[in-house]
């Protein structure tokens, strides 16, 4: 095999390599933030632990849309302070002032990134898409707890206070509901 060739084999392959793994790394840092608590990921559980210790957290929760969402959300309360290992319940507060249904998910994550990992939500409107009818108001409610092992944690034991962040994007209306939706007359030709 001539020397060009080989090196044009090699290059192709370091292509595809590369190509490979530019969508192999969205999975994986999404793995790897919901196992570490990288970058404020938050993990879950289906019940709070055995243990409540004495020391508390305050809990703070901030709202917010992406450019063009023409919904209103903002957190029913700006704060709470919770023991840690204590389940927490906060609200938030979504409306829909359009004449058109319109859905919406929420990303989230928590600040300091060190509590990301320990920050567990039970249940949370996060979980799944929401739809708001043409006027709706909804509050929607995310259960949470500290878990008690932030205490041991090298970074995390010094953490005070924790801000819980929402942003909602605009989703595609699901079928169900784009039925639903009122349609524009179509204007006869003349």
């Not at 840092?29 to 919901?34: E, G």
């Not at 058109?100 to 898409?129: L, Q, R, W």
Request: charged share 20%; aromatic share 12%.
């Amino acid at each position: 095999m001539n020397d060009r060739l080989k090196t044009a084999l090699q290059l192709v392959g370091v292509a595809v390599l590369m190509a490979s793994l530019s969508f192999a790394s969205v999975p994986f840092y999404d793995w790897f933030c919901r196992v570490t608590g990288f970058g404020g990921t938050t993990t879950t559980a289906s019940s709070a632990p055995d243990q409540v210790l004495d020391r508390t957290m305050s809990i703070r929760f901030d709202g917010s849309l992406e450019a063009g969402m023409p919904w209103q959300f903002k957190p029913m309360q700006r704060e709470m302070t919770v023991r840690i290992g204590e389940v927490g319940l906060a609200f938030y507060e979504a409306y829909n002032p359009t004449d058109k249904p319109i859905a919406g998910t929420a990303s989230y994550n928590v600040t300091p990134y060190a509590a990301g990992g320990f920050f567990t939500k039970i249940d949370c409107f996060c979980f799944e898409m929401q739809v708001l009818q043409p006027g709706e108001r909804v509050q929607m409610p995310v259960t949470f707890f500290i878990d008690p092992a932030i205490v041991d944690d090298r970074e995390g034991k010094y953490v005070r206070q924790v801000t819980l962040s929402y942003t909602f994007h605009t989703t595609d209306l699901p079928e169900e509901h784009a039925a639903t939706e009122p349609q524009t007359p179509v204007q006869a030709a003349n």
